[in-house]
């Protein structure tokens, strides 16, 4: 597979459910963001990997979302006990450089769309 | 804080007409511009970039101009195709790791 890889494409949730969504990088690539984009909006970050290390999060909603990943490829974006404000798609991008005011190109996936009912 | 502004959609074309999509930003110091293009079904791709004043990004016949002065990076292309037919999102990064991203504006070309 030569691009960004994401699973599930579609995933339905009731309020309070768990969700892990996963995320297959490009190969190589050591920079990871993940993205969620509300219907009509563009993406907003949410938390930034540099290999397996997390540096920044800042964008995460609040402490329900958490990401990982630990061996600095596959990443997955955990949000606990789901709520309906959290219908979205969430995106993730690799890029293949550490990051230097974000000019590397970030390669997306196609997304996974949450649905929360 | 950083901002894009970008113009709303949908803008809808005739196949060869001169296409505009207007971005303008809010940055401290001097960020990198970028836009990226979803076509229907597919994930974002980035389609051109600029990283300092003056810089033109081009791609694909889509030109785009960085401008300090008026704090704008408009997507141009001189004559669309059906194909062109996306969404197209301005997006700027100044710093850190975040990429802001504008709205989108959704294009139809009709043949």
């Known amino acids: 597979g030569a691009g960004v890889s994401q699973s599930p494409r579609y995933k339905v949730a009731k309020r309070g459910q768990d969700v892990a969504l996963r995320c297959d990088p490009i190969s190589g690539h050591v920079s990871l963001f993940w993205y969620q984009q509300a219907l009509g909006q563009g993406p907003e970050f949410l938390t930034y990997?540099?290999?397996?290390?997390?540096?920044?999060k800042s964008g995460l909603p609040s402490d329900r979302f958490f990401a990982e990943r630990p061996e600095g490829s596959v990443s997955t974006l955990k949000i606990q006990r789901t709520q309906q404000e959290d219908s979205a798609v969430y995106l993730c991008?690799?890029?293949?450089?550490?990051?230097?005011?974000?000019?590397?190109?970030?390669?997306f996936g196609p997304g996974t769309r949450l649905t929360v009912t | 804080g950083n901002s894009v502004t970008q113009m709303e959609g949908p803008v809808t074309l005739s196949e060869e007409a001169f296409l505009t999509i207007n971005c303008t930003y809010t940055a401290t110091g001097y960020p990198s511009l970028f836009w990226y293009v979803q076509y229907p079904g597919e994930g974002l791709q980035l389609l051109l970039k600029a990283t300092k004043a003056d810089d033109k990004g081009s791609n694909k016949g889509f030109e785009a101009t960085y401008r300090k002065e008026t704090t704008s990076f408009h997507l141009e292309k001189g004559s669309v195709q059906v194909s062109d037919s996306a969404v197209y999102f301005c997006a700027l990064s100044s710093g850190g790791f975040k990429t802001i991203f504008g709205a989108g504006t959704r294009l139809f070309v009709k043949a």
């Open positions: 990997f540099q290999n397996e290390a997390q540096l920044d």
């Open positions: 991008a690799s890029s293949l450089g550490r990051l230097v005011r974000a000019q590397h190109e970030q390669y």
